[in-house]
Structures are given as structure tokens and as C-alpha cells.
């Protein structure tokens, strides 16, 4: 199984960036997907998540970006993004996109199954 992310990247506050991540190696639609970060000396954390497959999808996000990031998925493509608007220094880590055939609101890195390699992202005051 692999996971690729990119589109990281410098920008300043106020600005957005999209991430991609593109799935193989496993059948996309049988799992939820999911965007983690983790900052400098500190642990890594849930950002968002979408459900598995279905009709509609259900999208979960931590607070800091709810209304700022939207994640989405693109099953024909096994293609998950993240699209992050507004962005804050606070937002500058590493992000991780992960795989897991668990619930989709496990915030528990543990309870993952697969991870990418991450991309950075720095936002500039």
C-alpha cells in the first residue's frame, strides 16, 4: 500500500493551498480517509476525515479547522484532498494522509492503518 501526498508548500496567513493524496495498492472505496499534521516537538494530530465510500460521504474535523479546511475524495481517481483556505502560522506542520478501515471520527493515530510520507506546509505571518 502506498500513499502519496503533495502540494505543500510557503505561503503566507490568509492564503490556501490544496493536498493531494493519491491511494494505491488497496481498494480505495472500502476506506475512510484522513489528513494528520504534526507541528515541530509536537505529537501528531487528527485534522479531518472522510468516510468511506457510499452515496455521500461524511466529512469530521478538529476545530481549529472547521470552516477554514474541507476534505474531500475522489474514488475514481483513489484520490483524497484536503483544501485549506485561510490559513494561520498555526497551521504550519507536516501533513499526513492515512487509510484505515476503522471508524472515520477515530482520532487515535494508533487506529490508522496506512500513512503517507507527509508534506510540509509553512505559512508566514
Known amino acids: 500500500v502506498q500513499l502519496q501526498a503533495s502540494g505543500g508548500g510557503l505561503v503566507q496567513a490568509g492564503d490556501s493551498l490544496r493536498l493531494s493524496c493519491v491511494a494505491s495498492?488497496?481498494?480505495?472505496?472500502?476506506?475512510?480517509m484522513g489528513w494528520f499534521r504534526q507541528a515541530p516537538g509536537k505529537e501528531r494530530e487528527f485534522v479531518a476525515a472522510i468516510s468511506w465510500s457510499g452515496s455521500s460521504s461524511s466529512t469530521y474535523y478538529t476545530g481549529s479547522v472547521k470552516g477554514r479546511f474541507t476534505i474531500s475524495r475522489d474514488n475514481a481517481k483513489n484520490t483524497v484532498y484536503l483544501q485549506m483556505n485561510t490559513l494561520k502560522p498555526g497551521d504550519t506542520a507536516v501533513y499526513y494522509c492515512?487509510?484505515?478501515?476503522?471508524?472515520?471520527?477515530?482520532?487515535?493515530?494508533?487506529?490508522?492503518?496506512?500513512w503517507g510520507q507527509g508534506t510540509q506546509v509553512t505559512v508566514s505571518s
Open positions: 492515512a487509510a484505515t478501515h476503522n471508524s472515520y471520527t477515530d482520532r487515535d493515530i494508533e487506529r490508522w492503518d496506512y
Open positions: 495498492g488497496l481498494t480505495f472505496d472500502d476506506y475512510s
